[in-house]
């Protein structure tokens, strides 16, 4: 022990050792966030430096009181955050340009120099536009990386005409349901929202595991008298601290959603005003056609976007106002049926919610509780409280898109909602996840040069444009315009990687397996996808081609083999082979890493500048600085696409490649790749650019004015005045108040501003002709398909608790937190049938794949299921083999729908995403 | 009872395990501020585990010390293994060494068979009436500290200023009587230094009016620091108006100055599947195995309060626990850390 221990034995009140006092202490604090792909995240810490390294963090606890009588939002963090440093010396991180020895995966590397590495990338990206030509180039959407690596492989790809999946079908986080009936699938209200809530559902999500910062907010909203509802097969971790459990069967939640509807409904609970303004419940129907009435069907020159309600005072078919959800004098009636004159005689309407109130005859409780599971007056009793109070879907990230149905469920649940008043005010709703609204890095993308001035013709146009077109048609909105704008514009940075899949990545023989459809899809799935291509409701965004196969891979700070639904297997068979060259930019060594040629180092957290994504859940912009130097010779990511472009040029210069076009007709010249990349010299500095985006943020006013990255060093986070100008901001339908938490859709509930879908309403029936083929275009419960075949077991997942994504995974300090390797959670009387007993490591199998885990017991499992939490690496399973080797990644095919109406892709909005929920597999002991 | 045993201030903390989410923030934040030194690898002196559950070290309810009508309980150390971790994985031999045969990432040698929170999430009961809670533990500070009572060497002490448990480390020689003696389990031995180690309450941080970091870096903001005697505080009022916190295992009679709020849980199911709304899906026989009889009644005052919240009534108890200020958690130890200049 070292001598300098306080002696204790003689005094009264005796100290620790000096050696803890020392360990305490720092030498420089700089401010922090997690800025990967943690979202919400949002976590203001503080970094502590002593002697030139990073020793530890902790929250910095700095927020202020944003509402009175409403909890704070201290201190945030997690154990991930808290245990970040251990990340930045750890045994997998990636110090130096590394070059594959021997065969792909065998996990031997020479170090190579930066020149070198960037020669081989550029020579290669050189070889794939010579011979294929650039939409060969192919960069995943890797989700775990900061602002730097987001505008790095922007401005890389978009200069180079390659092309970036869409992050949302990669990471299946888009919510189809809530598009289809909202027109956006991204509302999202704050955290400290959810303190308003009185009845609180924990549906499709796993809060306790990965809403920990914000859970808080949950048990605080039951202390002040919100009931805490977790509905779920499994007895789960966020089912400890609720109220109520209701265990239903794995896949019948609509079942559930849609026998509640009826009983609001028969008990005449239903919020009328609610449901006929925002909602096309009373929008009229043919009967025959299950279409709606449309002013075309009435006059030779209507609209096809022109609908009506029938108003009970005229007793006739009134045209549905498209500027406003407010009825005026009209009495619009919800129930049919009526008789209305058209161009073709008189036809037979009725409203949908007439449509919709017959289809719900089939889920009368007793018979919904056949299907579901829950007791037929639990599901009258919990219909009756959200009926009457403020109620909240989940807090955050809805996963029900996760299932082959997930639509049909979000539609029920949206539909329960919308009859009982349950948007747009405080303490209700429900949401998938919302981004986009860093003004300043959108900006960034278009500018070539520093200073307010270009900004503010960008601004100064983009207003005027907005003006013109919200005076040549009133009944537009900026939210429509906007979202519109959007979805018109060519797809310039993502395209949705269904196409590139189908073509290139061996998802053909899955997809065209009807076994793993659901019955409803009367054609094959071949004609269907040609259908949407032929049509051209993917026009522009259906690329790659035929003619052109993939070459290069370029995934910075992703883990494409770990995420992909379809498995590694899968990619590494069909795509890997195709691929001349694969680069991984990342911090550390990932599943996707060990499979690549080349692997370029990068800094972490701490060692380069980043925000935190800007989101409504936090509604705070953070700021992680650059505490230290990276280790090695890694470099924040800006700076390696930087070095690639710069190596680009030079070669194509040597080689003396010609411009050349992508399919979309646009001209990229290769010799001129560094100049474009950093506006001549203007983008090379990490510290110009973040002080350049808060600026231009500060102009479009959603931070403080004199906003600078000086300034929010200082302060280390903002909070939005405003949400902006983007689609996805314009799109939340609220303006933030600096007083109040956040709820979005005020404005279409208070002011009743129509949304952006076919009809301007909140939309149950869709009646795209594809939908009502499959009698989908009213909400519906359909049973799981077979997807993997016919086995006893059905999968379920979820974020794990221990890692966001796989980021952490390796980390020892989280490995010791649970059994150090993967598990599976398994009902113990199903364990006890199959002879398994807790820790034994099993074989999990089906017709698509299968891979070994242990298996942890536990009563809390529904009987049946098979809890596969993700984030786990390929690399912690035996073989290499993880959970998506046995998902065969469907998607379902009535989402590649289009040409109708809101049914138009934009970038992480509408685009079919494959699921993996309810995927039957076996189990055996290994 | 020693005169060395008896404090004349003390320092409790509550922990409301109704807002405990099992995150392990706690358990990282303490480890990584204090568990970093030699012999520290396998230390967590802060844990969470899921209860019902062995515990960490493992059965470690089983394993005596305390006392018995005031007559010490003979009681064992735990050993490494009933601990588990200090995992040292094989990252290299996986990622840059050569792998062609794709071995795993796994623990390095012998493969563990148990950890610092092996049976996290498995829990009890039977389905759809399953159940489980989280337990976070660190020292208790003990007013009748057994392990102070029974160190040989007087290494240990219990502070005047705020009933801390200190070790002088210099002084300490390894004998683990007071491992033994504490009925709880949360004592190391450091099989680099051949001492024993524990909590130290945070020392460094409390002299400069910072709460402990387990409590402030507590995302789930349940852990509540203050001094016992203070009545206008918020652990007097728990502990000793509401008497909803009590101590874990009173029958140990080292009376602990960590003190929790007992688990509500869901409603449970009758063999019908109908909700049985007074059920009580923990069995009240668990909650007393843990927290004594005086759980019942303490059960009863958060239902009758939350309750009271749901018909739109105030309620101190529920105004308390909701914390509407975080630093009202810990009205005493408020100071940020940055606020420090260190000479």
């Known amino acids: 022990m070292a001598a300098d221990v306080t002696k204790t034995e003689t005094t009264s009140n005796p100290g620790v050792s000096k050696r803890y006092h020392d360990m305490w202490k720092w030498d420089e604090v700089y401010w922090a966030s997690h800025c990967i792909d943690c979202y919400p995240g949002n976590c203001p810490l503080r970094v502590y430096v002593k002697d030139g390294q990073v020793v530890r963090e902790e929250p910095a606890g700095a927020f202020k009181t944003v509402q009175e009588g409403v909890p704070d939002m201290n201190p945030m963090g997690c154990q991930k955050g808290a245990g970040w440093t251990r990340l930045l010396s750890a045994d997998e991180r990636v110090l130096h340009p590394l070059r594959r020895v021997g065969e792909r995966g065998d996990g031997k590397w020479e170090e190579i120099s930066w020149d070198e590495a960037t020669t081989e990338v550029a020579d290669s990206i050189l070889d794939a536009i010579e011979e294929v030509g650039p939409e060969s180039i192919v960069a995943p959407s890797g989700c775990n990386i900061g602002p730097l690596a987001l505008v790095g492989r922007g401005k890389f790809m978009g200069n180079l005409g390659g092309i970036t999946l869409d992050l949302n ?134 609209s096809s976007r022109q609908f009506y309600a029938w108003d009970a005072r005229s007793g006739q078919a009134v045209l549905a106002p498209r500027g406003t959800l407010f009825w005026g004098d009209v009495e619009p009636a919800l129930e049919g049926p009526f008789t209305v004159d058209t161009k073709d005689g008189p036809v037979e309407v009725t409203t949908v919610f007439s449509l919709m109130r017959e289809r719900l005859e089939d889920y009368e409780p007793e018979k919904a509780a056949e299907i579901c599971g829950i007791d037929a007056d639990a599901i ?426 796989s980021l952490n995974t390796a980390n020892d300090l989280m490995l010791e937190t649970h059994r150090g390797e993967p598990h599976v959670v398994v009902n113990d009387h199903d364990a006890e049938k199959l002879g398994i007993e807790d820790h034994d490591l099993v074989r999990v199998f089906n017709d698509a794949g299968e891979f070994k885990v242990r298996v942890k017991i536990s009563s809390g499992a529904c009987p049946g299921q098979v809890v596969m ?58 | 009872m020693s005169a060395s045993t008896t404090g004349t201030r003390q320092i409790a903390m509550v922990l409301d395990l109704n807002k405990c989410i099992g995150c392990q923030t706690c358990a990282v934040a303490c480890k990584s501020l204090w568990c970093k030194d030699e012999g520290t690898d396998y230390q967590w002196w802060c844990t969470v585990n899921t209860m019902p559950g062995r515990g960490t070290p493992k059965d470690y309810e089983e394993m005596g010390g305390g006392y018995k009508d005031s007559i010490p309980v003979r009681g064992i150390a735990p050993s490494r293994e009933d601990f588990g971790g200090g995992w040292k994985f094989n990252h290299s031999e996986v990622f840059f060494d050569g792998n062609p045969e794709h071995k795993p990432l796994r623990v390095a040698g012998e493969q563990p068979q148990w950890g610092p929170n092996w049976d996290e999430d498995q829990g009890a009961g039977e389905y759809p009436n399953s159940y489980f809670y989280y337990m976070p533990r660190l020292c208790n500070f003990c007013t009748h500290a057994a392990c102070v009572d029974a160190c040989p060497r007087g290494a240990m002490a219990k502070r005047s200023s705020d009933g801390i448990v200190v070790r002088d480390e210099d002084r300490c020689r390894g004998y683990q009587f007071c491992a033994e003696a504490c009925p709880y389990k949360k004592i190391y031995f450091n099989y680099e230094l051949k001492i024993s180690q524990h909590c130290i309450g945070c020392i460094p941080r409390l002299e400069q009016g910072v709460a402990p970091a387990c409590a402030r870096q507590c995302p789930g903001r349940l852990v509540f620091v203050g001094y016992l005697d203070d009545e206008d505080g918020p652990i007097h009022k728990l502990v000793n108006e509401w008497k909803v916190a009590l101590p874990l295992h009173p029958e140990y009679e080292t009376l602990p100055n960590v003190y929790y709020i007992p688990p509500l849980a869901p409603a449970p199911f009758n063999e019908d599947g109908s909700v049985n709304e007074a059920g009580s899906r923990i069995p009240p026989e668990h909650l007393e195995s843990q927290f004594g009889p005086g759980v019942h009644d303490a059960i009863d005052t958060l239902k009758t309060e939350v309750e009271k919240a749901r018909s739109g009534e105030a309620s101190g108890l529920m105004d308390l626990l909701i914390a509407y200020n975080w630093q009202d958690l810990f009205p005493d130890f408020t100071r940020d850390p940055i606020d420090i200049t260190w000479d």
């Open chain 1, 169 to 302: 079908a990669e990471m299946n986080d888009f919510s189809a349901g809530l598009y289809m009936t909202w027109g956006t699938f991204d509302p999202v209200s704050s955290i400290d929202d959810w303190f308003h809530s009185e009845i609180f559902l924990i549906w499709f999500g796993n809060p306790v595991y990965n809403r920990i910062p914000h859970y808080h907010f949950i048990s605080e909203a039951r202390y002040h008298g919100c009931e805490v509802i977790n509905i779920a097969p499994d007895v789960g971790p966020s089912a400890s601290h609720a109220d109520y459990h209701m265990p239903v069967r794995p896949g019948s939640d609509a079942a559930f959603a849609l026998s509640m509807c009826k009983v609001v409904i028969d008990e005449g609970l239903i919020d009328e005003k609610f449901a006929t303004e925002q909602t096309d419940l009373a929008l009229l129907v043919n009967t025959k056609t299950n279409k709606y009435l449309r002013e075309s069907d009435v006059t030779e020159e209507g």
């Open chain 1, 380 to 805: 009258r009793s919990l219909a009756r409280k959200i009926a009457t109070k403020r109620t909240n879907i989940l807090g955050s990230l809805n996963n029900a898109s996760k299932h082959y149905h997930g639509d049909l469920i979000e539609r029920s649940q949206i539909l329960l909602l919308a009859l009982t008043g349950n948007w747009g005010k405080h303490g209700t709703g429900m949401r998938s996840w919302g981004s986009g609204f860093l003004d300043g890095m959108l900006a960034f993308f278009l500018k070539s040069k520093r200073g307010p001035e270009l900004t503010g013709n960008m601004l100064d146009m983009a207003e005027a444009m907005m003006q013109m077109t919200l005076q040549n048609d009133p009944t537009l909105t900026r939210k429509i315009v906007s979202v519109e704008q959007s979805r018109n514009s060519e797809p310039m940075g993502f395209v949705p990687p269904v196409f590139f899949w189908y073509r290139f990545a061996g998802y053909k023989e899955a997809w065209d397996n009807a076994d793993w459809h659901d019955p409803s899809m009367k054609r094959p799935f071949e004609e269907y996808f040609n259908e949407a291509v032929e049509k051209g409701w993917w026009r522009g965004a259906d690329v790659p081609h035929e003619d052109s196969p993939p070459r290069v891979l370029i995934e910075c700070g992703g883990n494409v083999l770990r995420r992909t639904r379809g498995g590694s297997k899968r990619l590494l068979e069909h795509l890997w082979p195709q691929l001349k060259k694969i680069v991984t930019i990342d911090v550390r060594m990932s599943a996707t890493a060990l499979h690549s040629d080349i692997v370029l180092p990068a800094a972490q957290q701490y060692e380069k500048l980043g925000f935190g994504i800007p989101s409504s859940h936090v509604m705070n912009l953070t700021f992680c600085d650059k505490a230290v130097d990276p280790p090695g010779e890694a470099l924040q990511e800006w700076e390696i696409f930087r070095r690639i472009a710069e190596k680009v040029e030079e070669r194509a210069k040597e080689r003396g490649v010609e411009p050349y076009k992508d399919s979309r007709n646009r001209t990229y010249d290769p010799k001129t790749l560094h100049e474009t990349f950093t506006s001549s010299g203007e983008w090379l500095d990490q510290e110009v650019i973040f002080d350049e985006m808060l600026r231009d943020t500060a102009m479009v006013g959603t931070i403080p004015e004199n906003a600078s990255l000086e300034d929010l060093r200082e302060k280390g986070f903002y909070r939005w005045q405003g949400l902006g100008l983007s689609a996805r901001a314009v799109a939340q339908a609220t303006d933030p108040q600096p007083d109040e938490t956040f709820v979005p859709f005020r404005k279409h509930v208070e002011e009743g501003e129509p949304y952006p879908t076919l009809c301007r309403r909140s939309q149950f029936l869709i009646d795209h002709d594809w939908f009502i083929e499959a009698d989908e275009h009213l909400p519906i419960h359909k049973e799981p398909p077979g997807i993997g075949g016919d086995y006893p077991f059905q999968v379920s997942s979820g974020h794990n608790r221990w890692s966001i994504h």
């Open chain 1, 869 to 926: 939490y993700n984030g786990f690496d390929n690399y912690q399973f035996p073989d290499w083999a993880g959970p998506n080797d046995a998902e065969p990644g469907m998607i379902k095919w009535l989402h590649l729908a289009g040409g109708y109406g809101h049914f138009k892709y934009w970038a992480t909005e509408w685009q079919p995403c494959p699921v993996m929920r309810n995927t039957r597999v076996g189990i055996e002991k290994a």
